[in-house]
C-alpha cells in the first residue's frame, strides 16, 4: 500500500499582505498528479489545512476543488485531521457527506474515542491499515481547570491529558488490529520535545508554558509509524525514521525561503512501513536579500536579471545612513516581475529602538518619541523636524477620530 503524509497546507495564509492563491492552487495541482500517477491509495493530512478558523471562500474553493477531484481515482481513502489554525467545526460540518466518500475528517475529539480510530480497507472490505487519527487536542478537550491551580499544576495536567489520550487511541487500536500484521499510524498534530522551528515560519505555540514539552515517548511502540503536523521545518523526531514531521509544502515567511520542502512517501510491507522523502518543486519563489548598500544593489541587479517571479524581502544591515533606501530598492525593481513585499532599515530599526537605559521597552515609549528618535537616527534637521513634527501630530489626531476609525 502506497500513503502519502503531508500536513500544513495553511491554505489562504498571506506573505506580508500579499495573496498567494495561485502558489497553493499549484501545490495541489501537483498533489493531483503526483497521487494518480504513482498510484498513491490513501492520503494523510495532519492538520493546518487552512491558516486561519475563517478561511475565504478562495480557500475553501481550493480545499473542495482538491477533494473533489480525488474522488474516484486510484486514492481511495483520504484521512484529514485540524490543526490549531483550523476550525474544528468548519471541518467538521460536511462529515458525514464526506464519508460516503472515504473522506474521513476528524475536527475534534469525541466522547467516543473510537470515532478517531479509521479502519482503511481494501475493495474486498478487508482491512489493511489502522490509522488513530488525533486532532489537534485543545486545552478544554484534556483538562479539567480546579481553583487554586497553580501555572506547573496546569502544565502537568495538559501533559498528562495529551499522554492519556494518545496511550488510548494507540491502545484501542492495537487491539482492533488484534495481532494481524497490518500497520498502525498515528496522526497528531503537536510540538515535540526538541523539534526544530526557524524564525518567520509562522508556528505558533500551542500550549503557553509547555512548548516543546511534548515528549515523543508518548507514542506506543506498538506503533509503526507517527504521521506529524504542526513544525514547517520538515525533520525527524528523535531520529527516529518512524517519527516525523512532514513540514510545510510552501515556505510560510522568508525564514524558510531556502528550506527543503518534501511529503513522505510510505510503502507498506505487511506491518512494515518505508519512509521515502519526495522533494517538491518550487511553488513560489522567495528571496531574502540583506547587507550593506552595494551587498544589496548587487543582489537586486542580479536577481532582476533572473526574469522570474519572485517575491522578496530586502533588509539593509549597512553602518552609513540610507535615507533614500526604501526608494532606491523600488526604483531598481520597478518595471521587473520581482515583487518587493517588505523592506527594512536595520540601522533605523535599531538606532529609534536602542534603550537609553537598562529597564526601557517599546511599552514606555509614546508614539510621539519613537517618532522623534526615528528622526533623530536618521539625522533629519531641525528645520525638518518642526515641519515633520507638524505632519505627524495631524495624523494622529486625525488616526484617534471615531469617525475616522468608524470609516476604515
Same mark, same amino acid.
Given at each position: #500500500?502506497?500513503?502519502?503524509?503531508?500536513?500544513?497546507?495553511?491554505?489562504?495564509?498571506?506573505?506580508?499582505?500579499?495573496?498567494?492563491?495561485?502558489?497553493?492552487?499549484?501545490?495541489?495541482?501537483? #498533489?493531483?498528479?503526483?497521487?494518480?500517477?504513482?498510484?498513491?491509495?490513501?492520503?494523510?493530512?495532519?492538520?493546518?489545512?487552512?491558516?486561519?478558523?475563517?478561511?475565504?471562500?478562495?480557500?475553501?474553493?481550493?480545499?473542495?476543488?482538491?477533494?473533489?477531484?480525488? *474522488?474516484?481515482?486510484?486514492?481511495? @481513502?483520504?484521512? *484529514?485531521?485540524?490543526?490549531?489554525?483550523?476550525?474544528?467545526?468548519?471541518?467538521?460540518?460536511?462529515?458525514?457527506?464526506?464519508?460516503?466518500?472515504?473522506?474521513?475528517?476528524?475536527?475534534?475529539?469525541?466522547?467516543?474515542?473510537?470515532?478517531?480510530? *479509521?479502519?482503511?480497507?481494501?475493495?474486498?472490505?478487508?482491512?489493511?491499515? *489502522?490509522?488513530?487519527?488525533?486532532?489537534?487536542?485543545?486545552?478544554?478537550?484534556?483538562?479539567?481547570?480546579?481553583?487554586?491551580?497553580?501555572?506547573?499544576?496546569?502544565?502537568?495536567?495538559?501533559?498528562?491529558?495529551?499522554?492519556?489520550?494518545?496511550?488510548?487511541?494507540?491502545?484501542?487500536?492495537?487491539?482492533?488490529?488484534?495481532?494481524?500484521?497490518?500497520?498502525?499510524?498515528?496522526?497528531?498534530?503537536?510540538?515535540?520535545?526538541?523539534?526544530?522551528?526557524?524564525?518567520?515560519?509562522?508556528?505558533?505555540?500551542?500550549?503557553?508554558?509547555?512548548?516543546? @514539552?511534548?515528549?515523543?515517548?508518548?507514542?506506543?511502540?506498538?506503533?509503526?509509524?507517527?504521521?506529524?503536523?504542526?513544525?514547517?521545518?520538515?525533520?525527524?523526531?528523535?531520529?527516529?525514521?518512524?517519527?516525523?514531521?512532514?513540514?510545510?509544502?510552501?515556505? #510560510?515567511?522568508?525564514?524558510?525561503?531556502?528550506?527543503?520542502?518534501?511529503?513522505?512517501?510510505?510503502?507498506?510491507?505487511?506491518?512494515?512501513?518505508?519512509?521515502?522523502?519526495?522533494?517538491?518543486?518550487?511553488?513560489?519563489?522567495?528571496?531574502?536579500?540583506?547587507?550593506?548598500?552595494?551587498?544589496?544593489?548587487?543582489?537586486?541587479?542580479?536577481?532582476?536579471?533572473?526574469?522570474?517571479?519572485?517575491?522578496?524581502?530586502?533588509?539593509?544591515?549597512?553602518?552609513?545612513?540610507?535615507?533614500?533606501?526604501?526608494?532606491?530598492?523600488?526604483?531598481?525593481?520597478?518595471?521587473?516581475?520581482?515583487?518587493?513585499?517588505?523592506?527594512?532599515? #536595520?540601522?533605523?530599526?535599531?538606532?529609534?529602538?536602542?534603550?537609553?537605559?537598562?529597564?526601557?521597552?517599546?511599552?514606555?515609549?509614546?508614539?510621539?518619541?519613537?517618532?522623534?528618535?526615528?528622526?533623530?537616527?536618521?539625522?533629519?534637521?531641525?528645520?525638518?523636524?518642526?515641519?515633520?513634527?507638524?505632519?505627524?501630530?495631524?495624523?494622529?489626531?486625525?488616526?484617534?477620530?471615531?469617525?475616522?476609525?468608524?470609516?476604515?
Amino acid at each position: #500500500m502506497k500513503i502519502i503524509h503531508t500536513s500544513d497546507w495553511h491554505l489562504g495564509r498571506l506573505l506580508h499582505g500579499r495573496k498567494r492563491y495561485e502558489a497553493f492552487k499549484r501545490f495541489l495541482e501537483w #498533489m493531483i498528479d503526483y497521487i494518480k500517477e504513482n498510484k498513491i491509495q490513501v492520503l494523510l493530512i495532519s492538520g493546518d489545512i487552512f491558516d486561519t478558523n475563517t478561511p475565504s471562500n478562495t480557500a475553501l474553493e481550493l480545499y473542495y476543488q482538491f477533494l473533489g477531484n480525488l *474522488i474516484n481515482s486510484v486514492c481511495r @481513502h483520504i484521512i *484529514i485531521i485540524a490543526g490549531n489554525h483550523d476550525s474544528p467545526a468548519l471541518l467538521n460540518a460536511p462529515k458525514e457527506l464526506l464519508r460516503y466518500f472515504n473522506i474521513h475528517v476528524i475536527g475534534s475529539i469525541s466522547d467516543d474515542i473510537s470515532d478517531e480510530i *479509521i479502519e482503511v480497507k481494501d475493495h474486498v472490505g478487508i482491512t489493511k491499515l *489502522i490509522v488513530c487519527a488525533v486532532p489537534f487536542l485543545r486545552d478544554r478537550d484534556i483538562r479539567c481547570a480546579e481553583a487554586g491551580e497553580s501555572i506547573q499544576d496546569k502544565e502537568k495536567k495538559m501533559l498528562d491529558g495529551i499522554k492519556n489520550h494518545y496511550e488510548a487511541v494507540c491502545t484501542l487500536a492495537n487491539q482492533r488490529r488484534n495481532g494481524a500484521e497490518i500497520p498502525v499510524i498515528v496522526m497528531g498534530h503537536l510540538f515535540t520535545a526538541g523539534g526544530k522551528v526557524v524564525e518567520d515560519d509562522g508556528v505558533r505555540e500551542l500550549y503557553i508554558g509547555s512548548l516543546a @514539552h511534548v515528549h515523543h515517548q508518548i507514542f506506543s511502540e506498538e506503533v509503526d509509524y507517527v504521521a506529524l503536523g504542526h513544525l514547517h521545518v520538515p525533520q525527524k523526531v528523535a531520529q527516529s525514521e518512524k517519527i516525523r514531521y512532514s513540514g510545510s509544502p510552501l515556505a #510560510m515567511g522568508f525564514g524558510e525561503a531556502r528550506q527543503r520542502k518534501i511529503i513522505c512517501l510510505l510503502e507498506t510491507e505487511g506491518k512494515k512501513v518505508n519512509v521515502s522523502e519526495i522533494t517538491l518543486p518550487v511553488f513560489q519563489q522567495l528571496e531574502s536579500i540583506r547587507g550593506d548598500k552595494s551587498e544589496i544593489l548587487q543582489k537586486l541587479e542580479k536577481l532582476v536579471l533572473r526574469d522570474e517571479e519572485i517575491l522578496a524581502e530586502v533588509i539593509y544591515t549597512g553602518e552609513e545612513i540610507w535615507s533614500d533606501f526604501k526608494t532606491i530598492v523600488e526604483s531598481i525593481v520597478s518595471g521587473s516581475k520581482i515583487d518587493v513585499v517588505r523592506t527594512k532599515n #536595520m540601522r533605523t530599526f535599531n538606532a529609534i529602538f536602542q534603550r537609553e537605559e537598562s529597564r526601557e521597552t517599546l511599552d514606555e515609549l509614546s508614539k510621539e518619541e519613537v517618532f522623534k528618535r526615528c528622526l533623530t537616527a536618521n539625522q533629519i534637521s531641525q528645520e525638518e523636524q518642526a515641519e515633520l513634527n507638524q505632519t505627524f501630530s495631524e495624523a494622529i489626531t486625525l488616526l484617534d477620530n471615531p469617525e475616522f476609525q468608524d470609516n476604515l
